[in-house]
């Protein structure tokens, strides 16, 4: 057996610091952890860009043809024999034509990448999040996480678009650009248009990177509202219970105020990003004009070239019109995707060791053996707990609310690891097997079966992966679910309803025992498997409950003592540990606690 020390990396919770807000990643520290997702793409890449430079390409000889066109026109005036340009107007369709294809050709490309990308990328986090530990998920908030995943996996295919698409073919067009007006025109071209475009690009940086800190707060308000509403949705029963719809209505409502002042502060700095943005192309439209209407003036220039320069300014200007926009949809899409990666790379508190085995059931005897658990260090839940549940035993854990006694089942299922000592299942620690090995051994009926909003035969086949009907069927006819399916008019695809809300205590019930039922697992806990049941359903799930327990070992936490009359060892916990053990008539003789809680459930009409 591993010694205890050889875990302990493992078992520590989580301290305070692994919980803290981290801080943000570099945005190229964001895009090296992203492009591994779309190295097995590498090819599509390679031709995505080859097709971006000739669509790039044909732009720009879109200009030349029009320098041309003009320059025949007007010499046409002194030449009465001229002939229509028609191969000029053909290459000028050609062109046109070649960018669009070109463009489409790259998008058709690249899409398998991007997509392809998008779905490792959520399929690896819907997996992260599922192994991660019970404490995380306790302390979640559900709206704002999903808001988190929907908005990282949908910068995935953001960056692409704005940065692939847009950012890096208009930096390729603005590079041939400056060098075919320093090749045909003089120099003082080049270093307007160029000026323009660092005194354009530095403008929209510093101001989207002020405006940033409002898109951040806009953010974090629309999340908040979205966990306020998801949250006041689950808990609607409360809500009517309580008749709190306007306080609800209110609660949303200002939260939405929040909203609508973030969004129009946000769009009045982006109103204020546009108009200097348009101020610096204009000054720079008019200095290139001025450049080339003055060099036609003077005959250094043809009618072509002005209308060639014109040409050039406005393909560059309109794309460069959405910097801002793009650049900020980029910084926010590398945002996103950060949140996202710092979620994927949460430190799992319960991980299996490097080469651990799956678990050997032999018997199936679990052994507790001076168990100390906290859930929070300055509250301990169990201090020095140990026990055994022989192979075919039913041992019951009774004890007040508070007592540890629905930890020790989450201790078993290994959701969180102990802090000190040890929990075996026939000789082998917990800690050193696998988790999917250990679950697969386990079965329960919790006191709150939580159905999946589906249909009664997936919900009861979600115990066994490919169940057949015929196996469905005969576990809802052991947990006696027949007569009810029958009564319904979709039989076995009757939905359920989210949390199973459709359906009653016991018909949950049942449905969690012929789960179980059809599981087959040699260890059982029954976690307060009937108390929220009235006494003429609990004495038929008990029954049931008897029944699958036959022949195995199994572990009941218990509330209501007359269901555990007859179990082969009852633990009485008090403050995290047990304070009286033995068999039902021994105990009561005994007087103690055990004595104190049986009369307490007798006087107050508990018992059967």
Not at 145 to 167: K, N, P
Not at 182 to 210: H, M, N, P, Q
Not at 324 to 331: A, D, P, Q, T
Request: charged share 20%; glycine share 8%.
């Amino acid at each position: 057996m591993r010694p205890l020390a050889m875990h302990r990396s493992h078992t520590l919770p989580e301290s305070p610091n692994a919980t803290a807000k981290p801080a943000p990643r570099r945005d190229g520290d964001v895009l090296r952890r992203l492009l591994p997702y779309f190295w097995q793409y590498r090819w599509r890449v390679g031709l995505a860009l080859l097709l971006m430079l000739a669509a790039k390409l044909a732009t720009v000889g879109v200009p030349l043809l029009l320098k041309e066109l003009v320059d025949r026109l007007d010499g046409a005036q002194a030449n009465p024999l001229f002939v229509l340009p028609v191969g000029l107007l053909l290459a000028y369709g050609l062109l046109r034509l070649a960018n669009s294809l070109f463009t489409e050709l790259r998008e058709l490309v690249f899409a398998k990448a991007t997509e392809g990308a998008a779905r490792q990328i959520s399929l690896q986090v819907f997996r992260h999040l599922h192994e991660l530990s019970l404490r995380f998920h306790l302390e979640r908030q559900t709206g704002g996480m999903t808001r988190d995943i929907e908005r990282g996996t949908r910068a995935v295919h953001s960056l692409i678009s704005f940065s692939l698409y847009s950012i890096l073919p208009t930096f390729i067009e603005v590079v041939l650009v400056l060098g075919l007006l320093g090749a045909r025109f003089d120099w003082a071209f080049v270093a307007i248009t160029g000026s323009a475009l660092v005194f354009y690009v530095c403008f929209t940086i510093v101001i989207t990177e002020w405006r940033t800190q409002f898109r951040r707060q806009l953010n974090e308000i629309d999340s908040a509202t979205h966990t306020q509403a998801i949250d006041s949705l689950l808990n609607y029963e409360t809500v009517k219970y309580f008749g709190a719809e306007d306080f609800e209505a209110r609660r949303y409502d200002a939260q939405l105020e929040r909203l609508r002042r973030a969004q129009l502060k946000s769009q009045g700095t982006l109103a204020l990003l546009n108009t200097g943005q348009q101020l610096v192309i204009a000054v720079a439209l008019v200095a290139m004009l001025w450049r080339a209407t003055e060099g036609v003036a003077a005959g250094r220039l043809s009618l072509g070239d002005l209308v060639m320069i014109n040409a050039f300014m406005i393909q560059l200007y309109i794309p460069l019109n959405f910097l801002g926009v793009l650049y900020r949809e980029i910084k926010q899409a590398l945002t996103d995707l950060d949140k996202m990666f710092t979620l994927l790379e949460r430190r799992k508190e319960v991980a299996d060791l490097p080469q651990a085995p799956a678990l050997v059931v032999s018997g199936g005897c679990v052994q507790f053996d001076d168990v100390h658990f906290a859930y929070d260090p300055a509250r301990p839940v169990l201090r020095g707990v140990s026990f055994t549940v022989e192979p075919g035993q039913r041992v019951a854990v009774v004890g007040p609310s508070g007592a540890g006694k629905s930890t020790l089942a989450r201790l078993l299922f290994r959701f969180y690891d102990v802090q000190q000592g040890a929990i075996r299942i026939d000789g082998q620690d917990l800690r050193s097997i696998t988790q999917q090995s250990l679950r697969a051994q386990l079965g329960i009926v919790p006191q709150d079966a939580v159905l999946f909003n589906d249909s009664l035969a997936y919900n009861i086949g979600y115990a066994k992966e490919g169940a057949s009907r015929e196996e469905i069927e005969a576990a809802a006819r052991a947990a006696q679910l027949e007569a009810f399916i029958a009564s319904t008019p979709m039989g076995y695809e009757t939905r359920v309803g989210e949390r199973g809300l459709k359906l009653s205590g016991g018909e949950k019930q049942r449905v969690a025992i012929a789960r179980t039922l059809l599981k087959n697992p040699p260890i059982l806990v029954f976690d307060e498997a009937t108390s929220a049941l009235d006494s003429h359903n609990e004495r038929a799930i008990q029954a049931q409950l008897d029944q699958v327990g036959r022949n195995k070992t199994v572990l009941v936490i218990a509330h209501r003592l007359s269901t555990v009359v007859e179990a082969d060892q009852i633990l009485v916990m008090d403050g995290g540990q047990i304070v009286e053990r033995g068999r039902h008539a021994e105990l009561l003789a005994l007087g103690g606690a055990y004595a104190r809680l049986w009369k307490l459930q007798v006087d107050g009409n508990q018992v059967a």
